[in-house]
Antibody, heavy 124, light 107 residues
Framework: QVQLVESGGGVVQPGKSLRLSCAAS????????MHWVRQAPGKGLEWVAI????????FYADSVKGRFTISRDNSKNTLFLQMNSLRAEDTAVYHC?????????????????WGQGTLVTVSS | IQMTQSPSSLSASVGDRVTITCRAS??????LAWYQQKPGKVPTLLIY???TLHSGVPSRFSGSGSGTDFSLTISGLQPEDVATYYC??????????FGGGTKVDIK
């Protein structure tokens, strides 16, 4: 079955960096766009970034633009999120989510399934 | 685009008809999805295109609306429907915008 497993979260000081990974299985990874969506403790959902199926296009939320980089390795069925210059407000559970399309379609902005997430805590 | 859900929480009895509304700050046609997040679980897609049920979603869930005003209805609330429900705009994506969520529990 389709499975997404995130890793790489932890406690990090403000201004530091962290790299999240999302291992995908059970589907043809290189045909789907992928997203990162985060959820601060006790709060709602905030979309973070998208990458198209082939990595040719990426887009970011304003809140992370210039600090975060989404990438993928289709040979290893893995999605990444490089997070630099972390701030306290970046504290959240980070979920990877599969799109329902490969890129430039409306379906590419619907998410199913979602991974369980990895907690990132930014604190001194 | 801002997505505003109401109410922020509600409590209803088993079997009740429950309606959650979502308002977009500008017209988004029917590019609206609904997600369900059960306590301690990850979100799952319920409805897309404002009214199309995702595969495997029980028929007691329905969605309607177009433009700026949308609703999610549960026709006959079940204990397993206790969750927070989020609407999501994808008309102008990227970026993607979620509503603030509506928490539903059993009275």
């Amino acid at each position: 079955q389709v499975q997404l497993v995130e890793s790489g979260g932890g406690v990090v000081q403000p201004g530091k960096s962290l790299r999240l990974s999302c291992a995908a299985s059970g589907f043809t990874f290189n045909t789907y766009a992928m997203h990162w969506v985060r959820q601060a403790p006790g709060k709602g959902l905030e979309w973070v970034a998208i990458i198209w199926y082939d990595g040719s296009y990426t887009f970011y939320a304003d809140s992370v633009k210039g600090r975060f980089t989404i990438s993928r390795d289709n040979s290893k069925n893995t999605l990444f999120l490089q997070m630099n210059s972390l701030r306290a407000e970046d504290t959240a559970v980070y979920h990877c989510a599969r799109a329902l399309g490969g890129g430039g379609t409306a379906a590419s902005y619907r998410f199913d399934p979602w991974g369980q997430g990895t907690l990132v805590t930014v604190s001194s | 685009i801002q997505m505003t859900q109401s109410p922020s929480s509600l409590s209803a009895s088993v079997g009740d008809r429950v309606t959650i509304t979502c308002r977009a700050s500008q017209g988004i046609s029917n590019y609206l999805a609904w997600y369900q997040q059960k306590p301690g679980k990850v979100p799952t897609l319920l409805i897309y295109g404002a009214s199309t049920l995702h595969s495997g979603v029980p028929s007691r869930f329905s969605g309607s609306g177009s433009g700026t005003d949308f609703s999610l209805t549960i026709s006959g609330l079940q204990p397993e429907d206790v969750a927070t429900y989020y609407c999501q705009d994808y008309n102008s994506a990227p970026p993607v915008t979620f509503g603030g969520g509506t928490k539903v529990d059993i009275k």
